[in-house]
Structure formats: C-alpha cells, structure tokens
C-alpha cells in the first residue's frame, strides 16, 4: 500500500476492543479521531502516552474527539493495562497487524543489530469527514497528547 499522507481517507476497520465488542472508524463519522498506534501494553512509553491521553481525555471529549489506542496486543493484555493504570481511551486490538499495515506503522525496525517487524509509534489525526489531517510519525511520548490535543482544538468547531 501507498504511504498515506495528509488529505487522504483514512482506512476503515472493525476490530476487538478492551472490554468486549468492536471498534470501528466509521462509528465515529462525524467526529474527529486521534488514532495512535504504540508498540507494547505496559511498557514504560507506551504506558507513559496511554496516560497522557487519558488525562486529556475530558478536553478531547469537549472537543468532540475520540481517542483510539491500537498495538497488536491481544484484548485481554488491553484490558489488563487499562485496569492497572485507570486508563480511559479505546484500545484497539489488532493481533494480525492487518490495520497497522493499512496505515503504514508495521515496518522494519532494528535493535540491538537485529532487524524485525513491529510498530513505528505513529499518530493519525482524522477529521470529521473520514480523511486524515495530521500524521506524527517516530512520535517521542513527552508533550505528545497536548500537541495532538491543540491540533484538535485547531480543527475549529465540527
């Protein structure tokens, strides 16, 4: 697939979700959605930037947004990390890396001098209208939900 680019409409999914059910994009049409993309329940990054959504979660609710967590995770992982650190926003599971592949985030990485395939922590703002607005990629956790959060505030009234 084509690496997606501001402008263009974001894919659509349905998966499992914390909790039970499913989530999918198209339930939120009309609505802004941060959609990030992190590599692993509870390790200290990607818990770090769970926390931060959560705690601007009220601000992304006035804003009428959503905020999706998505990593390959099974839902039970999900649920537990949400449990042990009172977490608020949807995390998605996508055990198959279909969807991560569909937004581009499941890629080559390295470490340790050995080279592997996982997720790129990437950030995907959609607008009211399905198509994508802003993309972070390589995201660095530390002031990442409020920049995410002004983008928002950016996007005006919907």
Known sequence: MAELAPGDLAPDFELPRDGGGTVSLKE??????V?????????????????DFTALAPEFEKKGAVVIGMSADPVKSHDKF????????????DEDAKVMTDYGVWREKSMYGRTFLGVVRTTFLIGPD?????????????????EVLDAVAGLGDI
């Open 35 to 51: 959609l990030y993309f992190y590599p692993k329940d509870n390790t200290t990054g990607c818990t770090a930037e769970a926390i």
């Open 130 to 146: 399905g198509h994508i607005v802003n993309i972070w990629d390589k995201v660095k956790v530390k002031g990442h939900a409020q």
């Open 82 to 93: 949400i449990a042990k650190h009172g977490l608020t926003v949807i995390l998605a599971s």
């Open 28 to 33: 939120f049409a009309g609505r802004p959605v």
